[in-house]
């Protein structure tokens, strides 16, 4: 059964750090990996999507890695702003089968302080 | 193009009552998922609809069902509603049924079970 981890749960930086979330997964299995956004009592904001065969993308300040033989993926964030502010979900996507549910962690509260 | 639209926003329920929430994939996508997040956990995956046949079910009980119109529109429904259903639900759609296939996700319905 794949089971997704985030460390860490919460994270408090001071403005303008540089910072990474971790995520963890125990099935290589995988068609992709997602990192998506999520403020307070809102929906998902996709972030970044890292398909199995590829190692890193990048969207502006942020860069996700992605190891499958480790099950392994970071999210780095450069320069932190408070706007940043936010949880940050990880989701995978599995190999095989007919369907393409998404399978999360829990998130990693950040909170940029100014 | 209008993004995944959900309906209500939010919902108050008493224990027994029944509900139906609604969702509108993006135009194109023929895919609909719904996921339920409990406060302070991740998404969990609940229904895949694809061309208006089920093809995944998550780990909920039978009070959960879902089905998928012509327009590939979308209904939820919770019978019995018990105290541990209060969550926001989420719907995802995608083109395909896939786990290659990008899933984007509507701004969510509330539901508080008194």
């Known amino acids: 059964k794949q089971e997704v981890t985030q460390i860490p749960a919460a994270l408090s930086v001071p403005e303008g750090e540089n910072l990474v979330l971790n995520c963890s997964f125990t099935d290589s299995a995988i068609y992709n990996l997602q990192w998506f956004r999520q403020d307070p009592g809102k929906g998902l904001t996709s972030l970044l999507l890292?398909?199995?065969?590829?190692r890193e993308q990048t969207s502006g300040r942020l860069n996700a890695s992605l190891d499958k033989s480790s099950g392994r993926s970071t999210l780095y964030i450069a320069a932190s702003q408070p706007g940043d502010s936010a949880t940050y979900l990880c989701?995978?996507?599995?190999?095989?089968?007919?369907?393409?549910?998404?399978?999360f962690g829990k998130g990693t509260k950040l909170s940029v302080k100014p | 193009d209008a993004g995944v639209t959900q309906s209500p926003t939010h919902l108050i329920k008493t224990r027994g009552q029944q509900v139906t929430l609604r969702c509108s994939p993006i135009s194109g996508h023929k895919s609909v998922s719904w996921y339920q997040q409990v406060l302070g956990q991740g998404p969990q995956f609940i229904f895949q609809?694809?061309?208006?046949?089920?093809?995944g079910r998550g780990n909920f009980p039978d009070r959960f069902s879902a089905r998928q119109f012509p327009n590939y529109s979308s209904e939820l429904n919770v019978n019995a509603l018990l105290l541990g259903d209060s969550a926001l639900y989420l719907c995802?759609?995608?083109?395909?049924?896939?786990?290659?296939?990008?899933?984007?996700f509507g701004p969510g319905t509330r539901l508080t079970v008194l």
């Open positions: 995802a759609s995608s083109r395909g049924p896939l786990g290659t296939d990008t899933q984007y």
């Open positions: 989701a995978v996507s599995l190999s095989g089968g007919s369907q393409g549910n998404l399978i």
């Open positions: 609809y694809y061309e208006k046949e089920e093809r």
């Open positions: 890292i398909q199995s065969s590829q």
